[in-house]
Structure formats: C-alpha cells, structure tokens
C-alpha cells in the first residue's frame, strides 16, 4: 500500500460524537466517554491489528477487482 502525507489528515478532538455500534466503549448514548479517547501513540498490538486490516481490505478489494476486470486503484478511488 502506498503512504499518504499525514500533513492533510485531520486528528479528531476528544469530545467528538461517536456513531452508535461503532465500538465496545460506546455508552449508552451513542457518545463515548471521555476517559476511552487517550492521546499518544498506539500500543504495538493495535499497530499490528491496523497493517492486518489493511492487508484484509487490499486483498478484498484486489478480489473485486479481478472479478471486474478492473484495477485496484479504480475500486479503491471510485
């Protein structure tokens, strides 16, 4: 997978509103607790579980390509 420069991605604030089922921290509400959102780097454990679904999600998506008779990059962009 290719790397794309991090100076347009936007980092999200602690106090954002969470879409329900999106998680297992999710209370009641819809919203996550403040105390679950925690600044710094990831555990290696979550690095590791994020390269995994990647690699899942360009298989995936390579896949449909195939079937298609289409190019990675057109199922991913379009």
Known sequence: MSAHP??????PSASRTVIPGAGADE??????????????????????????LGEHTTQEAQAIADGYSKTLLSIIHD
Do not use: F, T
């Open 6 to 11: 991090q100076a347009n991605v936007a980092r």
């Open 27 to 52: 209370k009641k509400d819809g919203h996550y607790a403040k105390e679950s959102l925690k600044h710094g780097r990831l555990p290696m454990e979550a690095i590791h579980k994020a390269q995994l």
